[in-house]
């Protein structure tokens, strides 16, 4: 039977970027290993998801990053005051095809797991 969770009123930042297969590898590995680490030190960061859509048999990869946040107070002190401009560092962009200049927000509704 599915779980309710109490993550109402989290704050869901998207952003979405392409990739060919190696490109995504090494995005998936900085996601992990140096953007997490540096958002879970933000006072109310909630968690993310990086999720991958394989695009076509060329190896074009969608990559959509989702990040939690308790309020847009929370999201400014990671984004800046515009927290519609995505935050994609040099290093970051050298491993993608094309990237959102932008991220989107949507608020949680309702979530179920199990």
């Known amino acids: 039977m599915p779980v309710m969770t109490n993550s109402q009123g989290l704050i869901v ?8 297969t190696e490109g995504a590898g090494n995005y998936c590995r900085y996601f992990t290993g140096t953007l997490l680490p540096g958002l879970r030190n ?3 960061f ?5 999720l991958r859509r394989d ?3 060329s190896g074009t990869v969608e990559l959509t990053a989702h990040t939690f946040w308790d309020s847009p ?3 400014r002190a990671f984004a800046g005051a515009d927290i519609t ?13 094309d990237f959102d200049r932008t ?11 199990g």
């Open 13 to 20: 930042r998207t952003w979405s970027a392409t990739a060919d």
């Open 85 to 97: 401009v995505a935050i994609v560092e040099p290093e970051a962009q050298a491993m993608l095809l």
């Open 42 to 44: 933000l006072d109310g």
């Open 46 to 50: 909630g968690g993310a998801y990086l």
């Open 103 to 113: 991220a989107t927000h949507r608020s949680v509704a309702a979530d179920a797991w």
């Open 73 to 75: 107070a929370a999201i």
């Open 55 to 57: 695009l076509d048999e």
